[in-house]
């Protein structure tokens, strides 16, 4: 189905739900941040994380807000990994509900579900309606919406979300403490949506959040696109073998080096085009998106943390994707 055919499916689906003004409207959003991505502006958005790390690291208090900042700053340096060393760990604290009477920050909202006293926001890893039910496990129950960026703390109740009314799954194979998944079915066809929670944890290694995901072992297929063409939503996907490099690569990045996100690094990263993007369809049909940066680090969603894989193992993969 090609990507018009999508829409206006969808849109009829949406028409036809008998659900509340909020829940249509949330779709439709949807299908137009869909169209705006398919030509994004090369102006460098600087996308801080939906957490940020304990003050004890220097930064700000933790936030499930996604930041818009300013220009970019000096460039920061980074230290090189030394294979089969330990790390300090990077702590990502309990994620703190937002407080209505803060004022003067410009914000979106990202896609969210409580569950169990716990806040899951939007994955990084994909997954097509088609391929949904054989990963739908025990019904979790139903978000009632509601939630918005002035929302008091209070409305973040069991199952409060921002994406209107939705049946909540556990996902078969992947423990219910780092993700779930809301599953509806229109007319037929089947819309979900992957919702992890990535805060609360300490990350000593790639492995403590990579781990999570799967990817050792059970990757099938993979294509790789230049900064340009996602950039410009130009989708101009190339492949990439599932090969002894990619394994290898996996493996570096499971022992990676956490390094806590900051708003200078992150200025100094987004301020450079030197990226590729990497998608890895696993066994049980889920897409992992990773970002490599240049200089060796690799980012997998707004995670506030970056990763920071072996020189060799990292030069040896990045330039294997070709310009």
Do not use: C
Request: glycine share 8%.
């Amino acid at each position: 189905m090609n990507e018009e055919q999508f829409k206006r499916n969808y849109k009829k689906a949406v028409d036809q739900m008998k659900t509340n003004d909020q829940m249509k409207k949330r779709i439709e959003q949807t299908l137009n941040t869909q169209r705006h991505e398919q030509k994004r502006q090369r102006k460098p958005l600087y996308i801080a994380a939906s957490v940020v790390i304990a003050a004890s690291i220097g930064l700000a208090a933790p936030s499930i807000w996604q930041q818009v900042s300013g220009p970019a700053a000096a460039g920061t340096q980074v230290a090189q990994v030394t294979p089969g060393a330990s790390f300090d760990p990077v702590v990502i604290p309990k994620m703190e509900l937002p407080d209505s009477k803060s004022n003067g920050v410009k914000a979106s909202m990202l896609q969210l579900v409580v569950y169990q006293g716990n806040v899951y926001t939007e994955s990084a890893t994909s997954l097509d309606g088609p391929d949904a039910l054989a990963l739908r496990g025990q019904k979790l129950g139903t978000t009632t919406g509601g939630i918005h960026e002035l929302s008091d703390q209070d409305k973040y109740t069991e199952l409060a979300s921002n994406i209107g009314e939705a049946d909540i799954y556990a996902v078969n194979g992947y423990d219910t403490d780092f993700r779930i998944m809301s599953y509806t079915e229109i007319d037929g066809q089947v819309y979900a949506q992957l919702f992890d929670q990535n805060n609360g944890i300490s990350i000593d290694s790639g492995a403590d959040l990579i781990g999570k995901l799967h990817l050792e072992g059970n990757v099938t297929s993979a294509k790789w696109e230049t900064f340009a063409s996602w950039n410009n939503g130009l989708q101009q996907l190339q492949p990439l073998a599932a090969d002894k490099l990619l394994n290898s690569f996996i493996s570096a990045l499971y022992a990676a080096k956490p390094i806590a996100t900051s708003p200078e690094l992150e200025e100094h990263l987004y301020g450079q085009e030197d990226r590729k993007i990497i998608y890895l369809t696993l066994e049980d049909k889920t897409q992992v998106q990773l970002v490599l940066f240049g200089e060796g680090l690799v980012r997998y969603g707004n995670v506030p943390v970056f990763f920071e894989i072996e020189k060799g193992a990292f030069q040896a993969f990045w330039n294997n994707l070709g310009e």
